[in-house]
C-alpha cells in the first residue's frame, strides 16, 4: 500500500536529482529533446525532469499528449512562464499570455485572421503572387547553386505582412533583411544552451550574455513595428482596413472609454510581433527542409512532378483547389513536416490548478513540455518513424490518409493559431516551386552526403547548405 505522503505528493518518476544541477547531469542541453526522448524509453510517457531548480513534466507519445492536451483541455491550457518570453513581452501578446488577456488576444486574432483571408480565396491569390515574385528570384540564379535560407524567410514573411500591414517588402530592402536576420538569430538563441540556463536560473541572468541579445534584438524589431504603427494610424481609414494592424487600431478607438482595456499599445505590439514572427520562421523553415529532402530524394521529387502533369493543365500552377487530386503531393508536404519536427517540444504549457493526471498529482503552475517529436515518431504510429517515407500519409490505392499522430502544429487550447494558414502557403509554395523547378545538389555534391542532421535552436532548422536548380516540366 502506498503511503499517505506518496499519495498526497506524487508526482510523475523521472531521474534522481542532484543540488544546485537537478538533472542536468543527465540532459544535453545541446539536444535537449533528444535527451528528452531517450529518459521517456526509461521512466515512461509522463515523467519528471529537473532543469536546475526548475520542475518541469514531460509528456511523451501521441497518445498520452493527446490525453493531456484534448481530454484534459484545460488543466493543460496555460502557457509556462518562461522567464526570456516573460523579459521579451511582459506577458503581453498571443504566445506568451496568460488568463484573460490571452482569452482577448486569441480569439481577436482568430477573427481578424479569418477576416482578412485566411482559408479563403483573397489570402490564396496573394501567396500566388509572391510565388511568383519567388519564382523570379530563383530563376535570376540561372541555375548557379545558392543558399535558399533568407529568400524563403521573405517570401514567407510576406504572405503575414500583407495580412498585418498590408504590404509586403522586396526581396532587396536591406532595412526588412536586416529585420529577418534579427528574427533568425532569436530563433536560433532561444534554443540555445546559454538561454535555457537563464530560464532555469533567473537570477543569474547577468552571467547569461546572449538572453540580453536576444533582448537587444526585440527592442530593433519593435522599433521597426512601431514606425509601421505610426504610418497606419496617421492613415487609418475605417472604411478601408488594410490588415490585422488596422483592425485592431479600430478595436483600441472602439474600447477607448473603456478604462480597462486589453486592446492597448504593447497588446498591439506584442500580437503583431508574434504573428510576425511565428509566421516567418516556422514556415520557412519547412520549406527550406522540403526542398533539401527533395534534392535528397530525386524519385519523390519526380513523383510530385508526373502527378503534376497529370493533374494540372499544361502552363497552368497548382491551386489549392487541386490538392484533392494530388494525393502524392499532399503526402509527401505532411511527410516533410513529419520528418523536419521542427518544434519538437512544442512550446511549454503549464497547469493552472493541481492536476491528476495518469495516476500522477501535478501541482499547480508545474511546467509541462509536449515532448511532440516523441508523437511525430511514435512507433505505435508509423511504419517507419525515423526515415522519410511519404506512405506514411497514402493508403494502399495511393489515397491521402489522415494521421491521428500527424501534430507539428500541436493541438487543445493554445495550439497554433496559423495552420490553416501555414497549410496553404506550404501546399502553394512547395508543389509551385517543384512545378517550375527541378531541384538538385550543387555539381560536385552527391545526394547521399546531402546532411539532414538539425541545426538545433528554438527550432530544428537544416544545416546550411546551397540548392541548384533547373526548369522543370512546364
Ligand atoms: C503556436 C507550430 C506556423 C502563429 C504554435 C505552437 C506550435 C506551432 C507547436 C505551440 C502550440 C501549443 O502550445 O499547443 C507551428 C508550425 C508552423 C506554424 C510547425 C508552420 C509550419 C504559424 C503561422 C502563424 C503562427 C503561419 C501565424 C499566423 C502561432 C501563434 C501561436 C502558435 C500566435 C501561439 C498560440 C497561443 O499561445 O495561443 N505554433 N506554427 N504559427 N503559432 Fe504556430
Redesign the pocket.
Known amino acids: 500500500a502506498t503511503s499517505w505522503k506518496k499519495r498526497v505528493c506524487h508526482l510523475p518518476p523521472g531521474p534522481q536529482p542532484l543540488p544546485l544541477i537537478g538533472n542536468l547531469n543527465v540532459v544535453d542541453l545541446k539536444k535537449p529533446f533528444q535527451s528528452l526522448t531517450e529518459l521517456s524509453k526509461l521512466y515512461g510517457n509522463v515523467f519528471t525532469v529537473h532543469f536546475g531548480p526548475k520542475k518541469v513534466v514531460v509528456l511523451a507519445g501521441y497518445e498520452t499528449i493527446k490525453d493531456a ?1 484534448l481530454n484534459h483541455a484545460e488543466e493543460f491550457g496555460e ?1 509556462a512562464e518562461i522567464p526570456i518570453f516573460r523579459e521579451m513581452t511582459r506577458g503581453n ?5 496568460h488568463g484573460e488577456l ?1 482569452k482577448a488576444m ?1 480569439r481577436f ?1 482568430l477573427s481578424t ?1 479569418r477576416d482578412f483571408g ?1 482559408g479563403r480565396r483573397t489570402i490564396e491569390v496573394r501567396i500566388l503572387e509572391e510565388l511568383n515574385s519567388l519564382i523570379k528570384y530563383f530563376e535570376s540564379y540561372q541555375g548557379k547553386p545558392f543558399d535558399t535560407k533568407m529568400i524563403l524567410n521573405n517570401a514567407v514573411s510576406n504572405v ?1 505582412c500583407s ?1 498585418l500591414f498590408g504590404e509586403r517588402f522586396e526581396y532587396d530592402d536591406p532595412a526588412f533583411l536586416t529585420l529577418l536576420k534579427l528574427l533568425n538569430e532569436n530563433t536560433k538563441l532561444l534554443g540555445s544552451p546559454m538561454v535555457l540556463l537563464y530560464n532555469f536560473y533567473p537570477s543569474l541572468g547577468f552571467l547569461f550574455g546572449a538572453s540580453k541579445t536576444v533582448l537587444q534584438n526585440i527592442s530593433e524589431l519593435s522599433a521597426f513595428l512601431q514606425k509601421l504603427f505610426r504610418e497606419h494610424k496617421e492613415d487609418l481609414n475605417e472604411n478601408n482596413l488594410t490588415g490585422f494592424v488596422d483592425a485592431f487600431m479600430m478595436k483600441q478607438q472602439q474600447e477607448s472609454k473603456k478604462p480597462h482595456s486589453m486592446f492597448h499599445n504593447e497588446s498591439l505590439l506584442f500580437s503583431t510581433l ?2 510576425f514572427a ?3 520562421e ?2 520557412s ?2 520549406m527550406r527542409w522540403g526542398l533539401l529532402l527533395m534534392m535528397k530524394y530525386p524519385e519523390i521529387q519526380r513523383k510530385i512532378q508526373e502527378e503534376m502533369n497529370q493533374v494540372i493543365e499544361p502552363g497552368e500552377m497548382p491551386k489549392l483547389e487541386d490538392r484533392r487530386r494530388m494525393p502524392y503531393t499532399d503526402a509527401v508536404i505532411h511527410e516533410i ?1 513529419r520528418f523536419a519536427n ?2 519538437p517540444m ?4 503549464s497547469t493552472p490548478t493541481d492536476v491528476n493526471f495518469q495516476g500522477y498529482v501535478i501541482p499547480k503552475g508545474t511546467e509541462i513540455i ?1 515532448l ?1 517529436t516523441s508523437a511525430l515518431n511514435d512507433e505505435l504510429h508509423w511504419k517507419t518513424p525515423h526515415q522519410f517515407n511519404p506512405s506514411h500519409f497514402l493508403d494502399a490505392d495511393g489515397n491521402f490518409v489522415r494521421r491521428e499522430a500527424f501534430i ?12 490553416g ?2 497549410k496553404m ?2 501546399f502553394l509554395f512547395f508543389a509551385g516551386l517543384l512545378r517550375k523547378f527541378v531541384f538538385q545538389p550543387p555539381p560536385g555534391v552527391n545526394k547521399a552526403e546531402l546532411d539532414l542532421t538539425a541545426d538545433v535552436g528554438f527550432t530544428l532548422n537544416p544545416m546550411p547548405h546551397l540548392l541548384a536548380e533547373e526548369y522543370g516540366p512546364v
Not at 93 to 97: D, E
Open positions: 492536451l502557457r501578446g498571443i504566445a506568451f499570455s490571452w486569441r486574432t485572421l485566411m503575414i495580412i508574434d504573428l511565428a509566421g516567418t516556422t514556415t523553415t519547412t513536416q521542427i518544434v512544442g512550446v511549454s504549457r509536449p511532440l507539428p502544429f500541436s493541438i487543445g487550447r493554445r495550439a497554433c493559431v496559423g495552420e494558414l501555414a502557403e506550404l
